[in-house]
């Protein structure tokens, strides 16, 4: 097993860009770090997303008091672009921000407040339930250490906001400070999962199993007294003779390489 920061995963995405949107007053680049995570707007509303952005770009919107008015103007080639459903859509990806916002802006915040701002938001864009979906989803792929990371992601964020709670929850603190101790936490936690290589079972005679690599080794039915011994001289009699005299009922002691019969097989993880 091996661990991977979570800096990359999408939920430690989302909350990271959430806190950047408050801290530089939604702009650009952050209010679509947020969106694009694919955890704010589902596949269906990629579109939606794409129209959204087009006419941000166009129409120069930067800055809350531009995000939080109401979409009216037109440019060139959008005449036909459906104002009322861009801005119910619009609507629906700021509200959880708004509340974030707010929290955010009181004089006596403290960590404790923030931090239980980012849970709300979290739950108000139902993170835990995507996670599982997203967890499920790959497990059905094959994608096992994928589900395996996003099955522990929330569970580990949790943790680190009771911590936080716990352990600042009155400190006082900046937007700019509470988003760096936040990363900080994160920059902290590893998640376990399995690489994605194949381990296998071996089993094989004593004499002509030939592995590399190998991580651990069984032999199976044998001990000092049973595994054959290497025979430096060769027989006395070559097959031919053992066959003849076999015919007449001549009774002969085992060649070497029959000695270990039902004994000499190994069992190999690799």
Not at 33 to 53: C, K, W
Not at 120 to 143: H, R, Y
Not at 176 to 192: N, S
Not at 237 to 257: G, V
């Amino acid at each position: 097993m091996i661990k991977k920061s979570i800096l990359k995963n999408p939920m430690v995405e989302l909350i990271r860009a959430a806190i950047e949107i408050v801290q530089k007053d939604f702009s650009y680049e952050s209010v679509f770090r947020y969106i694009r995570t694919g955890l704010v707007v589902s596949q269906d509303q990629m579109d939606q997303a794409d129209r959204l952005e087009n006419y941000v770009i166009a129409m120069g919107i930067r800055g809350f008091k531009k995000w939080n008015a109401e979409f009216e103007g037109w440019y060139r080639g959008a005449r036909e672009l459906n104002l009322l459903e861009l801005n119910q859509f619009k609507a629906e990806v700021l509200e959880p921000l708004n509340h974030l916002r707010e929290e955010f802006k009181r004089e006596d915040s403290t960590v404790k407040t923030m931090t239980a701002a980012v849970t709300a938001l979290l739950m108000e864009t139902g993170i835990e339930e995507k996670m599982l979906g997203f967890e499920k989803k790959f497990q059905d792929m094959g994608e096992f250490a994928l589900a395996r990371e996003y099955g522990q992601v929330y569970g580990l964020v949790m943790d680190l906001f009771d911590r936080l709670a716990g352990l600042l929850g009155d400190e006082h603190v900046s937007r700019r400070e509470y988003g760096e101790i936040l990363d900080a936490g994160f920059a902290e936690i590893k998640v376990g999962v399995i690489p994605a290589a194949v381990d296998r079972v071996v089993v094989g005679d004593i004499t002509r199993t030939r592995l590399d690599h190998i991580k651990v080794l069984y032999f199976v039915g044998v001990n000092d007294g049973l595994v054959p011994v290497k025979k430096e001289k060769g027989s006395l009699f070559t097959d031919r003779e053992r066959e003849f005299l076999s015919d007449h009922e001549i009774e002969l002691a085992p060649p070497p390489w029959k000695k270990g019969s039902g004994r000499d097989f190994i069992c190999i993880w690799h």
